[in-house]
């Protein structure tokens, strides 16, 4: 299936592992350029050159943190220099720390703020106009499942994932007579990185050993596994192109059927 979006250039946060380098890796394999992000310098060469080698594509690595305004500023500066313009927009960060509520203080919750909320504000407010103005967009956002489901000890990331969706929905219809889509993907569980720092933090709160916690999470699975993050890619990369012109305002789920309601 040809996706439509071969020269179209896609900005994606948090790309230099996991879910988004994973995402990253899909678009350019269907010919999109790339400016890619994400803290730590040589993960984000590493993976960048990578992509390109094997894709041919054209590529932009900016080392930046997207939990800073300064961050956002240098990311969207570098894809407007380079390309002029951004078609898709992939929001994705990391997680804030797992806990109960009174472990968190009031500069926690700002942290995570700013870490997954408006982070997503900020690179859309950049990138939206120049969507209007062509009459073609896409922007997803990388929520979870915890926005149907919520999971126990992911206060921050149940409640500001939560805002991510309401802004989302909020702003599909505003910009739907513009050809411009706004969606959220949710990923369940996932073997990445993030999945091994909660499954240690959870060995430390309770006690039980870190293979306990991912057979555990196995158990809760319909499908009895982890998904790998190129599973998750594959929507992303369907919501991104021409063919998902219609699909907007959605929350899909990409969880081997872990959340239990109907719809």
Do not use: H
């Not at 040809?2 to 948090?14: F, Q, S, Y």
């Not at 220099?81 to 990391?94: K, T």
């Not at 896409?138 to 915890?146: E, G």
């Not at 699909?247 to 239990?260: E, K, Q, Y």
């Amino acid at each position: 299936m040809d996706l439509g979006i071969r020269g179209k250039v896609a900005l994606v946060a948090a790309s230099s592992k996991g879910l988004g380098r994973a995402v990253a890796e899909e678009l350019a394999a269907e010919g999109a350029d790339l400016v890619m992000c994400a803290r730590g310098e040589d993960a984000l060469r590493s993976a960048a050159e990578s992509i390109r080698q094997k894709t041919g594509v054209k590529v932009v690595e900016v080392a930046a943190d997207v939990s800073e305004q300064e961050g956002l500023e240098r990311i969207t500066a570098a894809a407007f220099d380079a390309f002029g313009r951004v078609d898709i927009l992939v929001n994705n960060s990391g997680g804030p720390p797992s806990g109960p509520f009174e472990s968190y203080t009031a500069e926690m919750w700002e942290a995570a703020s700013r870490l997954l909320l408006f982070s997503v504000v900020g690179l859309t407010r950049a990138v939206l106009p120049g969507m209007k103005e062509r009459r073609w967009g896409r922007i997803l956002n990388v929520t979870s499942i915890a926005v149907k489901q919520p999971i126990d000890g992911l206060m921050l990331s149940n409640s500001l994932r939560a805002a991510v969706t309401g802004f989302a929905r909020t702003l599909a219809n505003e910009v739907a007579p513009f050809n411009v889509t706004v969606n959220n993907l949710m990923p369940g569980y996932t073997r990445t990185d993030r999945m091994e720092q909660l499954a240690r933090a959870t060995a430390e709160r309770t006690g039980a050993p870190i293979k306990e916690t991912f057979a555990k999470w196995e158990r809760e699975i319909p499908m009895g596994r982890l998904a790998e993050p190129r599973e998750f890619a594959a929507l992303a990369a369907f919501l991104a192109s021409e063919r998902a012109s219609y699909i907007t305002g959605s929350s899909i789920a990409v969880d081997g059927g872990w959340i239990r309601s109907l719809i």
